[in-house]
């Protein structure tokens, strides 16, 4: 019998059939005592769906999944993490699909994630009006990153250190802080400890009716204590 010549796709030829037994091709053949025709006897084909993360990401892989040919599959959700990006899609190398996804499977084929770069943002520390000193060192992260506020390396003169605060909220030295999607200036919260400061204070606001600015009230107290 002759090798066979025609193709089906996602399927495997399995030898020549005349509708009760399979002959493999190249076997002798015993031709029967009338016209007969042999049929192409197919077997489907499985294919398998892989996934990979690609370079430095951290995750097991998704479950291998096994389909046949113009089968469609949900694609999984994506089990892997990357340092400094956001997951965008399962690649094949040509296309990209989302998580949840029909898939159609045409081959064997290994799906890698496709990561989009996040942007990074700055932690920075400022001492505030009045005072003296460096300040600590700017740290940089992603979003939902967790840091540890620094230690303290201002000083002013009759004010005790409180804490840092971003405008919204007092975070104490050494508190954790989840960095949002922006930047940050931090800057020194001081409380007076110098009773002659504060009672310049309360007279600065008694005489403009209003708080005090900081400039004016650091002028008034340089003036009066030098």
């Not at 030898?15 to 042999?38: F, H, Q, R």
């Not at 489907?44 to 096994?66: C, E, H, M, R």
């Not at 113009?70 to 993490?81: D, G, M, R």
Request: glycine content about 10%; proline content about 4%; some cysteine.
């Amino acid at each position: 019998l002759p090798e066979n010549g025609f193709k089906k796709a996602g399927y495997t030829f399995n030898g020549w059939t005349d509708g009760v037994n399979t002959y493999k091709a190249g076997v002798e053949y015993t031709i029967p005592a009338s016209d007969i025709t042999l049929k192409a006897k197919w077997k489907q084909d499985t294919y398998s769906v892989s996934f990979s993360g690609g370079k430095d990401v951290t995750g097991n892989a998704p479950l291998t999944i096994k389909a046949h040919y113009n089968e469609k599959i949900a694609l999984p959700k994506n089990t892997f993490t990357k340092k400094g990006y956001k997951f965008a899609g399962w690649t094949d190398g040509t296309n990209v699909y989302k998580e949840g996804v029909n898939y159609t499977v045409k081959k064997t084929v290994t799906l890698t994630a496709k990561w989009d770069k996040l942007p990074q943002y700055t932690i920075s520390f400022t001492g505030g009006s009045g005072a003296t000193g460096t300040a600590p060192k700017s740290i940089k992260g992603y979003e939902k990153d967790s840091i540890k506020l620094p230690k303290n390396t201002f000083t002013k003169n009759g004010y005790k250190f409180e804490g840092w605060s971003d405008g919204k909220k007092t975070y104490k030295e050494g508190a954790k802080y989840a960095i949002p999607a922006k930047n940050v200036k931090f800057t020194a919260v001081w409380k007076q400890t110098d009773p002659t400061l504060t009672f310049i204070e309360r007279c600065y606001k008694v005489a403009l009716g209003r708080d005090a600015d900081p400039e004016g009230l650091k002028y008034w107290q340089d003036k009066l204590t030098n």
